[in-house]
């Protein structure tokens, strides 16, 4: 099984950490994967380059084992579908291995307006995380996915959404963003390394 966690990372922060670590030990995933966007397409675009976020989240995840970071989407042109991304890695990996696709709920809540969102269901399984303010209601249109057994999981490649509660940390890039703006300290909020890096080259200074 191969998990797979995108986001743009602008910066990276302890809340996407926990959740690609939490969701990686609560089903089993040996291989969980940090995936930059490039541009993406349903937001304003970053302020630190492709690059600068690249590096940010090699920082990271440098001394964690089962975290991986993946650069696939920075090395294509155009906006960064979730679909490419996914059909990519089914291509290399094949038909049967089961793509666990992690979102929190505030992007899950748009899932119908992501390109060719119904097809991403067919490619990979969908774990929506609780975000603080935000969970899976229990009725909608994803009712009729949502798996009851993680242990399915292992067993069908694509098609089931699961809803899982990480420990709630009510942080994002946007408030960092915002307090490195206003020339306060963001740290114990993200990696040592990474608020190195941003002090190193200035990021986040102004926008
Ligand atoms: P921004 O504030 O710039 O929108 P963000 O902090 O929401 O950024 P993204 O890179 O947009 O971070 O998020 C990538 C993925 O990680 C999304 O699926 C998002 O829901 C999830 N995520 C981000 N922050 C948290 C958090 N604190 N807890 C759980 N999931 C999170």
């Known amino acids: 099984m191969i998990g797979i966690l995108g986001g743009t990372f602008d910066p990276i922060h302890f809340g996407h950490l926990r959740t690609a670590l939490e969701v990686a030990e609560h089903f089993g995933i040996p291989d969980m994967r940090l995936i930059p966007g490039k541009v993406p397409p349903h937001r304003p675009q970053p302020v630190a380059t492709p690059e600068q976020r690249l590096t940010m989240l090699q920082a990271a995840i440098a001394s964690e084992p089962c975290l991986q970071a993946d650069d696939r989407e920075l090395r294509r042109d155009g906006y960064s579908y979730s679909f490419d991304t996914l059909t990519s890695i089914r291509a290399e990996v094949g038909g049967k291995r089961p793509l666990l696709f992690t979102l929190g709920f505030d992007a899950f809540q748009h899932f119908q307006s992501w390109h060719r969102w119904q097809e991403i269901l067919q490619?990979?399984?969908?774990?929506?995380?609780?975000?603080?303010g935000y969970s899976l209601p229990p009725e909608g249109w994803h009712t009729p996915f949502l798996g009851t057994n993680p242990d399915d999981l292992?067993?069908?490649p694509a098609?089931?959404?699961?809803?899982?509660a990480v420990t709630a940390l009510d942080i994002s890039a946007t408030d960092l963003r915002t307090r490195l703006k206003a020339g306060k300290n963001?740290?114990?909020?993200l990696p040592d390394t990474v608020l190195g890096y941003i002090q190193t080259h200035q990021l986040y200074c102004e926008t």
Not at 125 to 130: D, S
Request: glycine share 4%; net charge positive; charged share 10%.
């Open 159 to 164: 098609g089931n959404i699961y809803s899982l």
């Open 123 to 132: 490619l990979a399984h969908l774990v929506v995380v609780h975000r603080p």
């Open 154 to 156: 292992h067993t069908t």
């Open 186 to 189: 963001p740290r114990y909020l």
